[in-house]
């Protein structure tokens, strides 16, 4: 079976700065992501992963090159195009979780599933991630991984066709950092969004189908595993 590719970039650059300052974060990325994988982009600080996973989810625009979700050319969207981009079909995971502290679990997520177009209930989203019995505490009530996996539900509640994670342990301790990629691994499976986690930590690389390095800007390394590894399994 030929697997559906869902991103496609083509010689994709990205700068900062102009004249003497000029920054080239992205310098030709050539990538494609297929549908249902869980992809670990790995690189260094500095090595453009943000920038690359900001171009991905319309949140920034490339200096040149192509990058294209499906069959719509992010390159060329305007504002409004990419605004709607996001809405309908990318989900987003920082790593700090950005919840309303005035409200509970349950309404941070009740907050995206009230405007979007098929969304799962979200205490299905928050059953998800492991926090069914939590719903109706607030974020100052909760640890900062139950933080990041209400973070994971309100991203996955939409039902997004992806789910774009920057450092999502980035803030966390390795056990707590573990519960919150189980939560990513446990949504990948059985909502089947394409989701991609950036880290620089290169032992979360083995939960991945699929692990891509970047570095100054470029793809320097792409390799698959046989089988992905257990989050419980990992250590760092
Ligand atoms: N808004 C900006 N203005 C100027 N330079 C920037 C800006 N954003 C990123 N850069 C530069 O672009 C390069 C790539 O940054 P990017 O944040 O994509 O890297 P990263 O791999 O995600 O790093 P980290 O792991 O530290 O978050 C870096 O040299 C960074 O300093």
Wanted: some cysteine; hydrophobic content about 40%.
């Amino acid at each position: 079976m030929v697997a559906e590719s869902v991103f496609r970039t083509r010689s994709l650059t990205k700068s900062y700065g102009e004249g003497d300052v000029r920054i080239w974060a992205l310098r030709g990325v050539d990538l494609d992501l297929y549908a249902g994988e869980l992809v670990v982009l790995l690189g260094a600080s500095g090595s453009g992963k943000s920038t690359l996973l900001n171009i991905l989810g319309g949140l920034d625009v490339p200096a040149s090159g192509e990058v294209w979700y499906r069959d719509i050319d992010l390159s060329k969207a305007d504002d409004r195009a990419l605004t709607a981009y996001r809405r309908d079909y990318v989900g987003f995971v920082f790593q700090f979780y950005n919840l309303i502290p005035s409200l509970t679990a349950w309404e941070n997520v009740a907050v995206v599933t009230e405007i979007a177009e098929h969304p799962m209930p979200p205490g299905d989203a928050l059953g998800l991630v492991g926090l069914k019995e939590r719903m109706h505490h607030f974020p100052a009530q909760l640890s900062g991984g139950e933080q990041q996996r209400v973070a994971i539900a309100r991203a996955i509640a939409k039902c997004p066709e992806v789910l774009l994670c920057d450092e999502p342990t980035g803030a966390l301790d390795s056990s707590t950092g573990i519960l919150v990629l189980e939560a990513l691994e446990t949504a990948n499976r059985e909502t089947g969004t394409t989701t991609v986690i950036i880290t620089h930590n290169a032992s979360i690389a083995q939960m991945a189908d699929r692990v891509i390095t970047l570095s100054d800007g470029m793809i320097s390394g792409e390799t698959r595993n046989a089988t992905r590894a257990d989050p419980r399994s990992l250590n760092w």
